[in-house]
């Protein structure tokens, strides 16, 4: 019987916790994304239409700077639901963009280099894994997304006065709420795709082929089976109506909110799914 | 006695249609153990398993009686170098180090001083600030070696850790095996360089088909083969003499004289009693230089087992 002696004194300094581990990854990523020059670009020219926004509400809380214009030019001038489904839905297309270009590098790369074994030789489980890779992009979406549209909701707040808020503060809520619903969608789409798809160029084409192409096929749905509810198919058709819903407007024929919301969780989960099997550590032999 | 232990019980693993092992039973205690086996028999397969990068259909694991299912306190004890090169091209060896320790929850500085410490222990400070990409086989081996040592675990697993290192890089890897072997840590690793699993192992563990064929130290599993008889080499002046001697004992099944009439292979079923014969003989006053078991081996046991007893 070999005799051993515990000869060593393990580590029992402090260490971070679970939380800050976790952001090693994404902050790794974040350096290695904004040193991509089309990142950049496009993270700039996302931020054009919020400071448009900006100058119209600038300019609907100082009709004096106008010019005489015939008209209702109060009314057209308005800050309401409408304005921020506007600057949603346009903001939205810069997202899936960005999430196209950034998303790829995130599981891919990690895929093709065998380095799954390495991240899972750590105290990381696979769902820590996944949730640190989504931060990178919840990170960089919410730069193009829910921060400028808060922005633009406490500035119209700061000038149009504490009655304009507490008649509109839901429009800030729903601004939040509806971009977080929009970056997980995105976030999991963009995963999913760098998990399916090992070479980057394919799986960022796949990002925008799943809205793209979904867009194109709930159409032909809705027009070949003379129905509407093909619709759901779309994921943007659905976060537009559930959009119009929680900023108060009044949402465009077609499903309802509630089967939009049962839609995008399926979507959901769904995409969940494709990462839970496509993230092994090992090759699985089918 | 559990809690030193890595322990598999009843263990199966496959995937899909595919056998990576099946119903392994194994107690592996602390020191130095080599997986010895063909390519495909499921040595990395195991090694997963313990480090729980994949989870067995049936059976259960524990590792110092923490499971694999666990990798936050799992991965703490425990410390794995895969065969898989997946270092990222953008980063140098102490970038790769120190990184992987932060997911630990080390400080930056602690991060940076347990990284060059790791990498003194391999011998690779004087490229620690060179990219990875850029590493020799030999060194891209070392670097992975020095990022399973980092965070100071209890138990090492190292898939094929020698493939790759020159002779002088290699002699001090496993003096470092063993100076974790002496502090009571585990050292598991896979190789296929059979003479170096027989000069590092406390015991080996021979698996082939994704099965155990066998377990424990060497000489011991040595023992238990009896249908495989033991073969001696004894150097000794007069060996027509002993030769004619020991045909006389039942146990002798085979003697072979060297062209130079001074040693004899010998193969016999009963050890301890051509022990005592070599003792008489001896006694009786005939010279024996030496006795050397030539089979006592990892190579002669892979043979038997696994390569079908050609030996």
């Known amino acids: 019987m070999a005799i051993y002696k515990r000869g060593y004194e393990r580590y029992r300094g402090p260490l971070n916790g679970h939380w800050s581990r976790l952001l090693v990854l994404p902050r790794f990523a974040w350096q290695r994304l904004f040193q991509q020059r089309l990142v950049l670009v496009l993270m700039i020219a996302s931020l054009i239409w919020p400071l448009l926004c900006g100058l119209f509400i ?13 008209g209702d030019i109060e009314n057209m001038l308005k800050i309401n639901g409408k304005f921020f489904l506007i600057f949603m839905n346009t903001q939205a ?26 991240y899972f030789s750590r105290p990381l489980t696979r769902l820590d894994y996944v949730v640190a890779r989504m931060t990178t992009l919840v990170g960089l979406l919410s730069l193009v997304t829910w921060l400028p549209g808060l922005l633009l909701f406490w500035m119209q707040s700061g000038m149009a006065g504490w009655d304009w808020f507490t008649k509109y503060w839901y429009l800030g809520v729903a601004v939040f709420c509806g971009f977080a619903v929009w970056i997980l969608v995105v976030s999991l789409v963009a995963l999913a795709c760098s998990a399916y798809v090992k070479w980057r160029i394919v799986a960022g084409g796949l990002v925008l082929g799943f809205f793209f192409i979904l867009t194109g096929v709930a159409q032909m749905v809705n027009a070949v089976l003379r129905v509407d509810w093909g619709s759901l198919l779309n994921p943007t058709r659905s976060m537009y109506i559930l959009w119009s819903a929680m900023l108060g407007e009044e949402p465009p024929p077609g499903p309802g909110v509630w089967a939009c919301v049962a839609m995008l969780t399926a979507m959901a989960v769904i995409l969940g799914l494709i990462l839970e099997r496509k993230l092994r550590a090992v090759e699985v032999i089918s | 006695m559990k809690g030193t232990e890595v322990i598999f019980e009843d263990v199966s693993k496959f995937y899909g249609e595919v056998l990576g092992v099946n119903k392994v039973t194994l107690h592996i205690p602390p020191g130095i153990t080599s997986l010895v086996g063909p390519n495909g028999s499921g040595k990395t397969t195991l090694m997963n398993l313990m480090t729980g990068l994949i989870h067995p259909g049936r059976g259960s694991i524990t590792v110092l009686g923490l499971s694999p299912r666990d990798p936050e306190q799992l991965m703490r004890v425990t410390g794995y170098a895969t065969q898989f090169d997946s270092a990222p091209r953008w980063a140098t060896g ?15 500085t602690e991060a940076r001083d347990r990284a060059w410490q790791a990498l003194e222990q391999v011998g690779l400070t004087e490229a620690a600030g060179r990219k990875v990409a850029g590493y020799s086989k030999g060194m891209r081996q070392r670097v992975r070696l020095a990022q399973a040592i980092a965070h100071d675990p209890q138990v090492l697993v190292l898939d094929e850790p020698l493939n790759g290192l020159d002779p002088l890089v290699r002699a001090e890897t496993i003096s470092l095996f063993r100076r974790y072997a002496a502090e009571g840590r585990h050292v598991i690793l896979s190789s296929h360089v059979l003479q170096e699993v027989d000069l590092i192992s406390d015991q080996v563990i021979l698996i082939a088909n994704g099965m155990i064929v066998a377990e424990g130290e060497i000489r011991g599993v040595r023992d238990e083969m009896s249908e495989h008889p033991s073969q001696f080499i004894i150097r000794c002046r007069d060996a027509s003499r002993i030769a004619s001697l020991l045909f006389c ?41 030496g006795v050397i078991p030539s089979d006592e081996s990892v190579d002669a046991l892979y043979e038997y087992l696994i390569g079908g007893g050609r030996a």
């Open chain 1, 58 to 70: 600038y300019l609907s809380n100082r009709l004096d700077l106008l010019p005489r214009i015939p």
């Open chain 1, 93 to 118: 297309v810069f997202s899936v963009l960005l999430a196209a270009l950034a998303g790829p590098g995130l599981i891919a790369p990690d895929l093709s280099n065998n380095a799954l074994p390495l």
């Open chain 2, 94 to 108: 102490m970038e790769f180090v120190s990184t992987g320790l932060t997911l630990y929850g080390y400080s930056p």
């Open chain 2, 249 to 289: 004992e039942d146990h002798v099944t085979e003697i072979k004289m060297n062209d130079d009439r001074l040693g004899l292979l010998v193969l016999t079923r009963n050890r301890e009693e051509f022990s005592r014969a070599l003792t008489r003989i001896a006694l009786a006053g005939h010279v024996i230089d």
